[in-house]
């Protein structure tokens, strides 16, 4: 059975891309501020977090999932 309701995360500013690495452990959310990078768990908690003036448009993962990259613009 499931554990309930899911857990919102929340972000600096509004989502634009969502990316889950290929391990399954790291949600990354490009968003009109920069990035932000999440743990995913029964309590997501945000690892990482880079500004960016332009925005993030696209997020993608290696395949060992040790690093991301993104693409800006406005």
């Known amino acids: ?13 509004q989502g634009q891309r969502l990316s889950v690495s290929p391990d399954g452990t790291l949600l990354a959310v ?4 920069g990035l932000e990078v999440f743990r995913l768990g029964p309590r997501p908690t945000r690892v ?3 500004r ?11 395949p ?3 690093r991301s990259q993104t693409a800006g613009g406005s």
């Open 64 to 66: 060992d999932s040790s």
């Open 30 to 33: 490009g968003t009109a501020a």
């Open 48 to 50: 990482f977090s880079s």
């Open 1 to 13: 059975g499931g554990s309930g309701a899911p857990t919102p995360i929340k972000t600096d500013a």
């Open 52 to 62: 960016d003036a332009d925005g993030v448009n696209d997020v993608a993962w290696s």
